[in-house]
């Protein structure tokens, strides 16, 4: 039977990997004890050195060079979490053959239906109405009020991403019209997908709501412009669960400042959380939630559990569905 360790944060590792998930790969795999963390791990080198496998996730240590010297039998890595770009900063990992999955796709459902929820609840302008009747403290029939509502309304995706492409799916119930933003999108697959393809300019202009899933990467630092927003039609909302730096933020605010109309619902800042003095803080227009469109409670426990079925599939000798190839790696956020 391989030997398996464990590397992974103390606060989350129950939350990940649940009692029941741990039990379940202990059938698989001789788990190394104790399970150790970015803390404590140079302490137990022995360990390490003898697995075949490594579980981790967030609170994962820097596995480059000098970490896989000292894990001469890893082959693989099995990781319960999304982004990895800390975790190999060189590419040891790929020089060694070694297999490497994670849960970026079980990371990304809770994206998608977070992101569902905004939208549906701007296209009823929910937001600007709810300051409005609290201001006013009165409120007569919906009909009276600026509401796009769902039917026949533009929703834009930029980044047909993981996330990108479930908030597509999801929006495929309601009778809306999609519009995407992908350069690598082609027209002949936005027809396939069922999505009017748009520039950059052009989906800020026609959409009801805008919603971000672009990666962050050299490319998307600083993408979206002040000029995009102030571009969007009355009492249109952006979206952002994506990452603060792919939005010039400044040039945002000033123009949310003009346009009291227009509604902007941050997942996400730059940097985050926002300095205490930010604006965004105390405009109006702005909604901050603090990063939690991602796994939380127990969302978290399908990130271990899908490492599970992968586990299963790489003891099989079956293909994995979340491999981490080299390739897809350079292109991840």
Known sequence: MKKAVFIVADKIKDRDFSPATQEEIGK???ILYPFLNKQNYTEHWDMIEQADIIFSGIGAPVMDKTFLDKAPHLEAIFYAAGTMKHIFTDEEVWKRDITVTNSNYPNAIPVAEFTLAQILLSLKNSWFLARKVREEKHFTNG???????????????ISYSTIGKMVVDLLKNFQVDIAMYDPFVTEEQAK????????????FEISDVVSLHAPRLPETLDMITGEHIRSMKTNATFINTARGEIVREQEMIEVLQERSDLTAL?????PEPPEPDSPLYTMDNIFLTPHIAGSVGKERQRLGEYVLEE?????????LRFEVTKELFSNMA
């Open 28 to 30: 698989h795999v001789d």
């Open 143 to 157: 009909i009276d009020y600026p509401i796009a509502g769902v039917y026949n309304s533009t929703v834009g995706i």
């Open 192 to 203: 396939e997908i069922g999505v009017q393809l748009c520039s950059l300019d052009e989906i």
């Open 266 to 270: 941050l997942d996400v800042t730059a």
């Open 311 to 319: 586990l299963k599939r790489y003891l099989a000798g079956e293909p």
